[in-house]
T-cell receptor
Framework: KQEVTQIPAALSVPEGENLVLNCSFT??????LQWFRQDPGKGLTSLLL?????REQTSGRLNASLDKSSGRSTLYIAASQPGDSATYLC???????????FGKGTKLSVIP | SQTIHQWPATLVQPVGSPLSLECTVE??????LYWYRQAAGRGLQLLFY??????ISSEVPQNLSASRPQDRQFILSSKKLLLSDSGFYLC??????????FGQGTRLTVV
């Protein structure tokens, strides 16, 4: 059964800093991995989806990578802004599975 | 573009009362539909998923049930709520190879 871990649970950085959020998963037979953003009291907003055949995806200041052999994914945020403050969740979908397994998230605070 | 409608946004219910949360989707057809629960201090827990009308898979044995009477409608129900049913309930859709898309959720407080 797929297990997803996100470390650290919380992160505080000054505005303008580049940062990396980490996600690890136990089953390397992963179909895809997705990064989400969640603002307090809100639903999840999809940021990036990486298929198993891909190594990275980019959208604006965000870059997500996937390394199946090591069971790791990272979300890189460039030039962080206070508006980036939110909880970031990663979720893996196993091959042949209909399910997304989520990590518990990293709560990011960007200090002006 | 696809849209998920969830209502109500917030709900306060007494212990032992029934529950019905509805999720409807627009802008897509034949999606896989999901109910997740997010409790304080815990991650997202998959409760039910459906790959088609009348097809329900339960991931966690509990006080809840789900139904999919139409392709774009997914309903979460309970006959008698427990305090432990409190949480943030999220409906999601996913099509093969595509990103999962979530609704805005229902905050349920059982008192």
């Amino acid at each position: 059964k797929q297990e997803v871990t996100q470390i650290p649970a919380a992160l505080s950085v000054p505005e303008g800093e580049n940062l990396v959020l980490n996600c690890s998963f136990t089953d390397s037979a992963i179909y895809n991995l997705q990064w989400f953003r969640q603002d307090p009291g809100k639903g999840l907003t999809s940021l990036l989806l990486i298929q198993s055949s891909q190594r990275e995806q980019t959208s604006g200041r965000l870059n997500a990578s996937l390394d199946k052999s090591s069971g790791r994914s990272t979300l890189y945020i460039a030039a962080s802004q206070p508006g980036d403050s939110a909880t970031y969740l990663c979720a893996g979908r196993g091959a042949g599975s209909y399910q997304l397994t989520f990590g518990k998230g990293t709560k990011l605070s960007v200090i002006p | 573009s696809q849209t998920i409608h969830q209502w109500p946004a917030t709900l306060v219910q007494p212990v032992g009362s029934p529950l019905s949360l509805e999720c409807t989707v627009e802008g897509t057809s034949n999606p896989n539909l999901y109910w997740y629960r997010q409790a304080a201090g815990r991650g997202l827990q998959l409760l039910f998923y459906s790959v088609g009308i009348g097809q329900i898979s339960s991931e966690v044995p509990q006080n809840l049930s789900a139904s999919r009477p139409q392709d774009r409608q997914f309903i979460l129900s309970s006959k008698k709520l427990l305090l432990s049913d409190s949480g943030f309930y999220l409906c999601a859709l996913m099509r093969s190879g595509e990103a999962a898309f979530f609704g805005q959720g229902t905050r349920l407080t059982v008192v």
